[in-house]
């Protein structure tokens, strides 16, 4: 049983089958999946919760329709960590942490890559093309691998060793542009097409997303239906941010979840700050970020091209927009291992930086269930450490 029934624009609402390769609408905004949901109601929710391992177990409610085309690599149902010590040190009760670095190669990038390269093998397509700061390379290079299929990884010459050497491991044709993501992504824009390469780049196809929304739906399994009060999310791209979104609001048309949302939170360092910036003036869309600049290199992403989305989302959840600094973010990687056992990446460590900053400006509170997202893990940061 499948409900998908195709995709539509996130800007005009123009429909498109889901049974062929497409990126961007004709008006060049992102594509969305959409599903028949009132039939969708007729799931056991109950079921899929007792029964979930992996993200697959939602195949219902995702657009690959056949089961030979689901490549597994064992991705999601990550934990949801009590971060009890940390919250002492804080002064808050309840805070968790998400920790997407148990999956397949190491980052949450494996949920989108997964559902892209699925759906992307379901077409037919052979060749698969990514601007990437690291770790979604080497997610496309393994299910790239797994099925079959030529990965061109494009990426800034200054990326860690350890993504560059995962990418080649795997079998993935490796480019490196000197620049930054902006960079790559210009470049793979002269020569996909006369190269043949499909791109799967952050919301230029529509099912990347479709994998970063199971985030949201697991967080609805792990705290029983009922959401937390607040989400921090370190924010490059914002595929994560926008697809738990779309899950919360999938679940509430399911009458799976009421009405209640999380405040989100969104958090990029003070040298790639585009949103953050767009947020505090009151702006509906972000200007590109000149000249950015941090150790968090899955957050140096100048411009997103879904930035009116998540714009949109931080507004409609009363949420936040809110920068730290490199040095917050190396002072926060040895206390969160100290205090809860849990070695982030740079980005994950961007959210516990961010968590003192919001607790110091009374923008959380000590009763309030709190989420922080780690999307990595540290080990591909060698030098850092």
Not at 91 to 101: P, V
Not at 223 to 251: C, H, Q, R, S
Not at 290 to 306: F, K, Y
Request: with cysteine; charged share 20%; aromatic share 8%.
């Amino acid at each position: 049983m499948n409900f998908f029934s195709g995709v539509h624009c996130s800007k005009c609402n123009l429909a498109y089958p889901g049974n062929k390769p497409i990126n961007l609408c004709k008006c060049g905004a992102p594509l969305l999946a959409q599903y028949d949901l009132e039939t969708a109601r007729n799931l056991d929710k109950h079921k899929i919760r007792t029964m979930y391992r992996s993200i697959w177990d939602l195949a219902p409610l995702l657009p690959v329709q056949d089961k030979e085309n689901m490549l597994n690599l064992g991705e999601g149902n990550t934990p949801l960590l009590i971060a009890e010590n940390l919250g002492d040190l804080l002064g808050l009760d309840y805070l968790y942490i998400k920790d997407e670095a148990l999956n397949p190669t190491g980052s949450f990038k494996a949920r989108g890559i997964c559902l892209a390269v699925s759906k992307a093998n379901e077409l037919g397509i052979k060749d698969v093309c990514i601007p990437t700061a690291g770790n979604a390379g080497g997610a496309l290079a393994a299910y790239a691998a797994l099925a079959g299929m030529t990965a061109h990884v494009v990426m800034p010459e200054d990326t860690p060793q350890p993504f560059i050497d995962e990418c080649k491991l795997f079998g993935a044709d490796v480019i490196l542009i000197d620049g930054v993501i902006s960079d790559c992504s210009a470049y793979l824009t002269t020569v996909k097409e006369q190269k043949g390469w499909f791109d799967i780049s952050t919301l230029k196809e529509p099912y990347r997303l479709e994998g970063k929304k199971t985030m949201g739906y697991e967080l609805a399994f792990q705290f029983d239906w009922e959401l937390p009060d607040v989400i921090i999310y370190p924010l490059g791209g914002g595929t994560g941010l926008i697809g738990m979104w779309k899950a919360f609001n999938e679940m509430e048309t399911m009458g799976w979840i009421g009405w209640e949302r999380p405040r989100m939170v969104a958090v990029q360092p003070e040298g790639c700050a585009p949103i953050v910036r767009a947020f505090h003036a009151g702006e509906i869309i972000a200007s590109q970020w000149e000249n950015p600049s941090t150790i968090a290199l899955g957050l140096r992403v100048p411009q997103a091209i879904g930035d009116f989305l998540i714009l949109k989302i931080i507004y409609e959840s009363r949420g936040a927009a809110i920068a730290v600094s490199d040095m917050e973010i190396k002072e926060s990687l040895p206390l969160l291992a100290s205090k809860e056992g849990v070695l982030a990446c740079p980005e994950g460590a961007a959210t516990v930086a961010a968590v003192k900053k919001l607790k110091q400006q009374d923008l959380i509170r000590a009763k309030e269930k709190i989420v922080l997202f780690n999307t990595g893990s540290i080990y591909k940061y060698l030098d850092l450490i």
